[in-house]
């Protein structure tokens, strides 16, 4: 199995970026971004089901919305309205059959 993310970028702050993320070698059942900023943990950003329902935190809420194409296995990320807070790096999620699958990160930041 390997997640393919692709959106890395430098934006001002306000300003929008879009993620996407591609899962070969088995079929996604909830897939996910989440990020993580220098010195700080883990955390999550976006999930969406296979059947299409979603969760965020507070933190993002009405800023990012995270979609998905289940024929194509990919799952994508549009934010939008960006703080110099959500630069981090940005990592992809698969869950397939019973196991967790992470992408390579891909650097987002946000300029003040």
């Known amino acids: 199995v390997q997640l393919q993310a692709s959106g890395a970028g430098l934006v001002q702050a306000g300003g929008s970026l879009s993620l996407s993320c591609t899962a070969s070698?088995?079929?996604?059942?909830?897939m996910g971004w989440h990020r993580q900023a220098p010195g700080k943990q883990r955390e999550p950003v976006a999930t969406?089901?296979?059947?299409?329902?979603?969760s965020y935190p507070n933190s993002v809420k009405g800023r990012f919305t995270i979609s998905r194409d289940n024929d194509k296995n990919t799952v994508y990320l549009q934010m939008n309205s960006l703080k110099p807070e959500d630069t981090a790096v940005y990592y992809c999620?698969?869950?397939?059959?019973?196991?967790?699958?992470w992408g390579q990160g891909t650097q987002v930041t946000v300029s003040s």
């Open positions: 999620k698969s869950t397939i059959g019973a196991t967790a699958y």
């Open positions: 070698g088995g079929i996604s059942l909830d």
């Open positions: 969406i089901t296979r059947g299409g329902s979603t």
